[in-house]
């Protein structure tokens, strides 16, 4: 239903619709040669268009792939039916080519391809028939030149498997786009909300340092309790410094410093580090940087970038699996691929990734992959996660080169 309103609009469905099911109306009752003699064959002719009929007007309440099902074999069984029921009415041919069209509709890749080899078997069956059986007698405008008639059905559906290749294309992107629309959308709310979070904490500190401060200038505070102090304010200290670290990527800092980036030592460093917490999972982390890849990036931000993932792919990791970190350069892009075989995502997971505190951890905070999502969209990069529950997951980053 939801898909439904977003793809058509449902008032131009309707008239359509209705438009077409007084055309079927009309073919049966005026003029039609079989009226003055209506055997079974009008009755079918009648009963499919009935049938037609309910699953066109049904489809925007029911919209599942059955009633569509339904809708492609009620099509094409009325459009054959017409063929064979009135021989004169050669134009009827036509519509046998476009049967698979119907399908492009319901922008169904699995129900295009049946409709479309479904039509196929027909109109064999519907040439042997004219071929071998009725020999020309009540399709001469086939027969008297079946192999045209043969070249233009084939023809027509290579024309409509295009037109159907293109539409679904162009979906496809849209679909992308929308996504990523949502996400930058998503980024900016995570990002405001972070902010005010971070400047909320700050002010309170400033304040207790500020006192802390005071105190220990003060010769008559008590010697005691004064020897805590410097310890006190470097604590304070360090969650200042996170707290500005955290401010600078969620309102993205225009002047931070921009280093050409050597990724085969930053991913040392990165590996460095890592490794140490690896080894307490039993995860070595195999690194492979082939040529010179260099990005333009603040060198700090991309370190938090790679410890994030690597550090997500070791914590997914069961122990003893290995992690693989690879870089190359592909074109003007430097690629890093980031791969594990841990316990992997399912869909929903994935489209969750970035949202903040989205965590299936105990003692996740969720906002390691909401900080990396920012961090690659202020370098102009890309990011993408392809997992498999059970199987694992790569992450793959793509950045501009430095020039
Ligand atoms: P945190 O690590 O604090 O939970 P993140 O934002 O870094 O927060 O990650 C969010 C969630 O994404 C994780 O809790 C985990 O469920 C999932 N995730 C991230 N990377 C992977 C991975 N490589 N394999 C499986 N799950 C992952
Ligand atoms: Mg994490």
């Not at 559906?157 to 959308?185: G, P, S």
């Not at 070595?284 to 997500?312: F, R």
Request: charged share 20%; hydrophobic share 45%; aromatic share 12%.
């Amino acid at each position: 239903m939801k898909e439904f309103h977003k793809n058509f609009n449902s008032k131009l469905y309707y008239i359509s619709i209705v438009t077409v099911i007084i055309l079927m109306f009309a073919g049966l009752l005026v003029s039609n040669p079989r009226m003055a003699n209506p055997g079974t064959g009008y009755a079918v002719h009648a009963v499919l268009i009935v049938v037609l009929s309910l699953c066109l007007l049904v489809y925007p309440k029911y919209e599942n792939r059955p009633v569509r099902i339904l809708t492609i074999m009620a099509a094409s069984a009325y459009f054959y039916v017409l063929f064979f029921l009135y021989p004169e009415t050669w134009s009827t041919f036509i519509f046998l080519c476009f049967i698979p069209a119907v399908s492009i509709l319901f922008f169904d890749r699995k129900l295009f391809f049946f409709s479309l080899i479904l039509n196929g078997v027909l109109i064999s069956i519907t040439f042997s028939f004219i071929f071998v059986i009725d020999n020309g007698v009540r399709f001469s405008h086939i027969e008297k030149d079946l192999t045209g008639n043969i070249v233009n059905f084939i023809g027509s559906q290579m024309i409509i498997y295009f037109i159907f290749h293109l539409t679904n294309r162009r979906i496809q992107k849209q679909r992308l786009y929308f996504e990523q629309v949502q996400n930058a959308e998503r980024l900016k709310t995570t990002g405001q909300l972070a902010a005010a979070v971070a400047h909320e904490i700050r002010n309170p500190l400033t304040v207790v340092k500020g006192f802390l401060q005071y105190y220990a200038g003060d010769e008559e505070f008590n010697k005691e309790y004064k020897r805590n102090f410097s310890l006190l304010i470097d604590e304070l200290d360090a969650a200042e410094y996170v707290i500005s670290q955290f401010l600078s990527i969620a309102k993205p800092d225009k002047e931070s410093s921009l280093d050409k980036v050597d990724i085969k030592r930053m991913l040392d460093d990165v590996t460095d580090l890592l490794n140490t917490y690896g080894l307490l999972h039993d995860n070595q982390i195999h690194l492979q940087v082939k040529g010179d890849c260099y990005v333009s990036a603040n060198t700090i931000e991309l370190k938090q970038l790679m410890i994030n993932l690597v550090k997500n792919a070791i914590e997914a990791s069961p122990h003893g699996s290995p992690i693989s970190v690879k870089a190359e350069k592909k074109r003007d892009n430097i690629e890093i691929k980031i791969e594990d075989r841990g316990r992997g995502m399912s869909k929903e997971e994935v489209n969750s990734l970035g949202t903040p505190f989205y965590s299936l951890k105990s003692k996740g905070t969720g906002l390691g992959l909401m900080i990396c999502y920012n961090i690659v969209e202020k370098y102009n990069g890309t990011i993408q996660f392809v997992s498999e529950v059970g199987t694992g997951t790569i992450v793959t980053l793509h950045f501009p080169q430095a020039a």
